[in-house]
Nanobody, 123 residues
Framework: QVQLVESGGGLVQAGGSLRLSCAAS????????MGWFRQAPGKEREFVAA????????AYADSVKGRFTISTGNAKITVYLQMNSLKPEDTAVYYC????????????????WGQGTQVTVSS
């Protein structure tokens, strides 16, 4: 059974940092594009960042450029999302996802999803 499991969410004050991790099991994602999406209450799921693991190419939403960094992990952790200078508008459930194709900003392109981890940024 393929699973993606996120961890690292929590409550942080504005300006603080968190690092999200995504652990994969059930298959190898070495040749996949790994992405992070988020969804705030009452809003649609939106793209945050993605990394093509074969090339190392990365992409970010404009709202997080310069503050968030996506990176690959070791054998157990497939991908990280380092979030710095957090803002209250970053509050959302963050999801890890895997895409067998290239980088896509659309959630519908991703084949596998984690259950999400809550990030809450207080002002």
């Amino acid at each position: 059974q393929v699973q993606l499991v996120e961890s690292g969410g929590g409550l942080v004050q504005a300006g603080g940092s968190l690092r999200l991790s995504c652990a994969a099991s059930g298959r190898t994602f070495n040749r996949y594009t790994m992405g992070w999406f988020r969804q705030a209450p009452g809003k649609e799921r939106e793209f945050v960042a993605a990394m093509a693991r074969t090339s190392g190419y990365t992409a970010y939403a404009d709202s997080v450029k310069g503050r968030f960094t996506i990176s690959t992990g070791n054998a157990k952790i497939t991908v990280y999302l380092q979030m710095n200078s957090l803002k209250p508008e970053d509050t959302a459930v963050y999801y890890c996802a895997a895409n067998s194709g290239g980088i896509s900003y659309s959630w519908s392109a991703y084949d596998y999803w984690g259950q999400g981890t809550q990030v809450t940024v207080s002002s």
